[in-house]
């Protein structure tokens, strides 16, 4: 069994002002993540057998939502 049950992903890519396409951190995601993973925390959901909330670099999902 690997450490953790579940990992959460928030992309946190930020291509600049000026990019040709949008990015995640420009629309908030850093802070939605910091949200989440303190939530989780609080809740006592994190720690071995649980759940872990992940930054991750660009997930070429932008334009989906």
């Keep these: 069994m690997s450490y953790y049950q579940r990992h959460i992903f928030f992309c946190t890519n930020d291509r600049g002002t000026g990019a040709d396409r949008p990015s995640c951190n ?37 334009e989906e939502g």
Excluded: H
């Excluded at 989780?40 to 992940?54: P, Y």
């Design 26 to 62: 420009r629309c908030g995601s850093a802070a939605i993540r910091d949200y989440v993973k303190t939530r989780i925390k609080e809740l006592a959901l994190s720690g071995e057998g649980k759940i872990r909330v992940n930054k991750a670099g660009c997930l070429d999902r932008c």
